[in-house]
């Protein structure tokens, strides 16, 4: 019974949303830059070239399904840094992430896709990604001696990552959606920077630095546009 019960209740969540879905498909394009144990403290400083696509299904026209792909360089250059060790120690960085997120969009207001008045909202996205990335330690240099870093490479390696993102978007018309938004991403490691070495040089404290305690995020700022299609979804209350 309990069952039979379970079924009927899935069947009536979703059959409606299934036959009133609407999709958006698009491109992201903006910047990108981290925030860790190397390079400035500025949060909000894309500088490198961030890119990807991105899928939405409109369950209504508040809350959407979305997912995406994303990929980046993301860099920092200690030379350009106020913090007068970081520009002593002269570290430059490059590691770069190929990203897969999936979660909830949630608009501030109703955003109708279908509606012929331009329409806008806020909105909110917030779920899970998974990232590759390369896996790198640092043999420190001597700046007195002019002796270089050193920076290590050894192989890839794939993490879990927390995406948020907040952002404005509206639609000219019904066909296309364009937006702004900034997204963080919480990286469950804390070597995007090569401070703190994993798998085989877990263990090798000499390599290691900063704050080991702290994950490091990295962030993607800038522009989307996606193209509706599918069937008009009637947004009515029952």
């Known amino acids: 019974m309990y069952k039979k019960f379970h079924f009927f209740i899935l069947i009536t969540f979703f059959t409606p949303k299934i036959e009133a879905q609407f999709h958006e498909i698009g491109i992201f394009l903006g910047g990108?830059?981290?925030?860790?144990?190397?390079?400035?403290?500025?949060?909000?400083?894309?500088?490198?070239?961030?890119?990807?696509?991105?899928?939405?299904?409109?369950?209504?026209?508040?809350?959407?399904?979305?997912?995406?792909?994303?990929?980046?360089?993301?860099?920092?250059?200690?030379?350009?840094?106020?913090?007068?060790?970081?520009?002593?120690?002269?570290?430059?960085?490059?590691?770069?992430?190929?990203?897969?997120v999936a979660g909830f969009e949630i608009n501030f207001k109703e955003f109708n896709l279908h509606d012929p008045v331009l329409s806008f909202t806020p909105y909110v996205f917030y779920g899970i990604g998974y990232f590759r990335y390369d896996q790198f330690f640092i043999e420190p240099g001597n700046s007195l001696l002019l002796i270089e870093p050193k920076y290590n490479?050894?192989?890839?390696?794939?993490?879990?990552?927390?995406?948020?993102?907040?952002g404005f978007k509206f639609n000219p018309n019904p066909f296309f959606v364009l937006g702004f938004e900034?997204?963080?991403?919480?990286?469950?490691?804390?070597?995007?920077?090569?401070?703190?070495?994993?798998?085989?040089?877990?263990?090798?404290?000499?390599?290691?630095?900063?704050?080991?305690?702290?994950n490091d995020w990295y962030i993607f700022t800038g522009l989307t546009i996606s193209f509706t299609f599918g069937d008009l979804p009637c947004y009515c209350k029952e």
Do not use: C, M
């Open 153 to 166: 490479n050894y192989g890839k390696d794939r993490k879990i990552a927390i995406p948020i993102s907040v």
């Open 182 to 214: 900034v997204g963080a991403r919480y990286a469950l490691t804390d070597n995007l920077d090569g401070s703190n070495p994993e798998n085989q040089y877990a263990n090798n404290l000499n390599y290691k630095f900063g704050n080991l305690n702290n």
């Open 32 to 100: 990108s830059n981290y925030i860790g144990d190397v390079g400035s403290h500025r949060y909000l400083d894309p500088n490198e070239l961030a890119y990807g696509f991105l899928y939405r299904w409109n369950i209504t026209d508040r809350y959407s399904l979305r997912g995406g792909i994303t990929l980046t360089t993301i860099s920092e250059n200690e030379f350009k840094n106020n913090d007068i060790n970081r520009f002593k120690r002269s570290y430059k960085i490059n590691n770069s992430i190929e990203e897969i």
